[in-house]
């Protein structure tokens, strides 16, 4: 008997979300409208009354976030090598220097020790990434900006429903990136909303996002800032207020997941088979992935063919961003974030999301341990 193929990830779409994006196709209104400005409140509500704006994407919100901060030429932005490109990349598109400072093996978070010695008179914002939705120490990091004079923009985009001391990340801080990409713990199918600290900058983003338009009266219109075109529709909007109503339910199944995957792996799965799990945190992380780092005795794409044969997709998060050959042309190389580049080599990011079984993680387990054989 052949098993179904396990996908890393999926998102879980039930049919009144199916009807409500027929609904807003049907009503003649189909870009940003009523039901943006209804999910734009449901977040505000959820991240404590703070001002949300939403985007077409995570990426665009990190760079409007860049914008409002006004970070630009000559500003450089501290963030980690062990993210999606997305979060440096959008540094170098608002004109600024991204520097990097490596990682922390445990929470695979941007080590703040490093962040605070990258520090340098040029330095105006802190991205750190909150990688498979565990925040990096918040208390620290807000300590650290606070001392130099420094913004954060949180690449929050993986944390949504995390927190940090039982404060949800996006309910307190400075500005706050959360992507709704399909394989986010809740999608739009594109998309990405922003936290913000006051009704100024809010209009700001709103700015940035459509053209630098401001509008008053019937047809009263300025620009006097150049924006572009970032808007999210009321279709995706749509689609992220079917799959909000279920975030809570969607991370507590995520976290029994994950409580299973330790109990499967067991105790002396580090020393028998070489890997590393992640931490096993069960009051801050939001679980958005359950990543392990292979030993060095076997390749990652030899691990991924030998899973992909038994039917189970794994996914990989990430290669190190400073040894992409558009960072490699501003300088970077080998050997400069050692540990973003050891576990960029062997991190895999095994299945997990809402609708998988405990059936499902005993069958991971299981291949991982096959493959991998006991020392
Ligand atoms: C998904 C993701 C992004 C980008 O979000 P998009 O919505 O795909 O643009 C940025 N940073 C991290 C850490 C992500 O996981």
Known sequence: MTLAFLPFTKPSI??????????????????????????????????????????????????????????????????????????????????????????DAATRNIDLDLLEAAITPRTKALMPV??????????????????????????????????????????????????????KNITTSEGGCLVLNNAEEAKL????????????????????????????????????????????????????LAHHYFAQFGENVEADYGIELPLANFTDTNWHMFQIVLPASITRHDFMEQMMQKQIGIGFHYAPIHLFSLYRARGFKEGMFPVAERIGRQIVTLPLFASMTTTDVERVVDAVKSVLQKK
Do not use: C
């Open 205 to 256: 983003a709103e700015k940035y996002r459509l053209q630098g338009v401001s509008r008053s009266g019937h047809d009263g219109i300025d620009v006097d800032v150049l924006g572009g075109k970032f808007n999210m529709t009321d279709i995706a909007a749509a689609i992220g207020l079917g799959q909000f109503k279920h975030l809570d339910e969607f991370n507590a199944k995520r976290q029994a």
């Open 130 to 183: 909150f990688m498979a939705g565990m925040p990096v120490d918040m208390d620290r990091l807000y300590a650290i900006a606070k001392k130099h004079h420094l913004r954060v923009i949180e690449d929050a985009a993986q944390a949504i429903g995390s927190s940090w001391n039982g404060k949800r990340i996006g309910s307190f801080g400075d500005m706050v990136s959360f992507s709704f990409q399909v394989n």
């Open 14 to 103: 039930d049919e009144a979300t199916i009807a409500a994006v027929g609904d807003v196709m049907r009503s003649g209104w189909m870009t940003s409208g009523p039901r943006v400005k209804e999910f734009e409140e449901t977040l505000s509500a959820y991240f404590d009354g703070r001002p949300v704006r939403t985007f077409n994407s995570g990426t665009a919100t990190m760079e409007i976030g860049l914008r409002v901060a006004g970070i630009g030429p000559g500003d450089e932005v501290i963030t980690t090598p062990n993210s999606w490109v997305a979060t440096s990349n959008v540094i170098i598109a608002v004109g600024a220097t991204p520097v990097f400072a490596d990682i």
